[in-house]
């Protein structure tokens, strides 16, 4: 009953995680595994290459490097989507997502606005792996404004009318937002605490994150920012002041300083707050052109 789709490079993850779904899932399912380490395509292709497949309603859209750990986790799926609302569901999310281009957690808000059960590993450090469980209304589902793309779920008949964007985005980076925003204009999207993930990779960002964060942000101006529930001016600048300090850091790297004022100007600074708008303006002028690192 429901179809799993997997984007595959490393045969080893696929059969470990295969072994793990078989275990795990409790309800009648099928694997679509797709093949892209020779002549690759985006996420966005493949996945929605898996949704033309799929014989079943309900669809899993999953990482490889993943380990399910909850028991009859199929069977939260099905009860999940007996909400007819319900279009887009995940284990990592926020609640607001600002206009300043940045990734799905809202910088400065974690605490209030993230939510999230999955246990992180990392194979760029040697830290040990986290359990991430944020949940501050004590829910079993939330409603967000986004998802992280490691696990997705949701219904064949939603993702062919809402398919991924594999005109815009052709790497793998930004699909999970954009089908975040797309959905979220017709469906709820959630996160369930009712499935614990393992994640054996943390995320990476460079220049093709920056590249289709930008054109993310660019597609979505006139729609964000989106926020579930209640937020101030102070929270909405705060946010949108540490996602771009952290972008800025990026762009310095990565960018030339046309691009960090494009960046900035796609948020919400100037019209929430000029002072910080203008503070953040003279970080540009500091990084780009008087090659400075600026202070916090």
């Not at 859209?61 to 569901?89: A, R, S, Y």
Request: glycine share 6%.
């Amino acid at each position: 009953m429901i179809s799993i789709v997997i984007c595959s490079i490393r045969p080893h993850y696929l059969a470990t995680i295969s072994e793990n779904i078989k275990h795990t899932i409790g309800v009648p399912y099928e694997i679509i595994a797709i093949e892209n380490k020779v002549n690759p395509k985006g996420l966005t292709a493949v996945y929605n290459e898996g949704v033309h497949k799929a014989k079943f309603e309900h669809i899993c859209l999953v990482h490889e490097d993943v380990l399910i750990t909850t028991q009859d986790w199929g069977k939260t799926i099905l009860k999940i989507f007996q909400d007819p609302k319900m279009g887009l569901v995940g284990v990592a999310g926020c609640r607001h997502k600002p206009r300043m281009p940045s990734g799905w957690g809202a910088l400065g808000l974690e605490v209030k606005h993230i939510k999230i059960n999955l246990i992180q590993h990392f194979k760029r450090t040697l830290q040990d792996p986290v359990t991430q469980y944020w949940n501050t209304e004590k829910e079993s589902i939330s409603q967000v404004a986004c998802l992280d793309g490691v696990f997705l779920l949701s219904k064949k008949s939603i993702l062919k009318e809402i398919p991924f964007d594999e005109t815009t985005f052709k790497g793998f980076h930004c699909y999970d937002l954009d089908i975040s925003f797309a959905i979220g204009r017709h469906y709820k999207v959630a996160v369930t605490y009712d499935i614990l993930i393992e994640h054996f990779s943390e995320g990476h960002t460079d220049y093709s994150w920056i590249k289709d964060t930008m054109i993310l942000h660019r597609k979505w101006q006139e729609v964000l920012p989106i926020t579930i529930g209640e937020i101030s001016k102070k929270e909405k600048v705060r946010c949108e002041k540490k996602s771009f300090k952290n972008l800025a850091e990026l762009m310095r790297v990565y960018t030339t300083a046309e691009e960090a004022i494009e960046a900035l100007n796609l948020g919400q600074l100037r019209k929430l707050n000029l002072f910080v708008y203008l503070r953040m303006y003279y970080r540009i002028v500091r990084i780009f052109y008087l090659k400075q690192k600026p202070n916090n």
